[in-house]
């Protein structure tokens, strides 16, 4: 029966020590993982920065380069205005009419407005194209149609 209980012992003993080994290499891979694992991210940081840095180069070269081109206007594409250039007035009062015609309640007004914001936009574009103009003439587009909701609704 001694016999049995050493051999049991020396079982349990062994069973440890794989045991110990098992976590020993275990951590052993980890803290491997964990270190090349840094590596990766620092490379892919370096390879971000690098690239980050090359973009914005370009995009000062491109604003450069536009600032350069469009010295002597500014504005989108279609809407060049000159630098010297003041908005007009019936394209303010276009874009005030459009906001009227949609605020205000009641299917006439925002027709009646919406028309009005129409008609001063689309001269105001025809004398001189600018964006207020065009911004004035969409909101009287909205003015009608919101009228044409409403009267339907």
């Known amino acids: 029966m001694a016999d049995l ?3 049991a012992k ?3 003993e062994q069973t440890k020590d794989l045991a110990r080994a098992a976590v020993d290499d275990v951590k052993g891979e ?3 993982l964990k270190t090349d694992a840094k590596g990766y991210a620092q490379g892919a940081l370096e390879d971000v920065k690098s690239e980050g840095k090359e973009v914005i180069e370009e995009l000062k070269a491109a604003v450069k380069k536009e600032t350069l081109d469009s010295s002597s206007t500014v504005g989108g594409a ?3 205005e000159k630098e010297g250039d003041k908005p007009n007035g019936i394209a303010i009062a276009s874009v005030a009419f459009g906001l009227l015609a949609i605020l205000l ?3 006439v007004f925002k027709c009646v407005l919406g028309v009005v914001s129409l008609v001063l936009g689309a001269k105001a574009r025809k004398e001189k194209q600018t964006m207020l103009a065009t911004v004035g003439f969409c909101l009287g587009a909205v003015g009608v149609i919101l009228a044409l909701i409403g009267l339907i609704f």
């Open 78 to 80: 279609g809407y060049r």
């Open 105 to 107: 309640k009641g299917w």
């Open 10 to 12: 020396e079982a349990v």
């Open 30 to 32: 980890a803290d491997q």
């Open 5 to 7: 209980e050493n051999k």
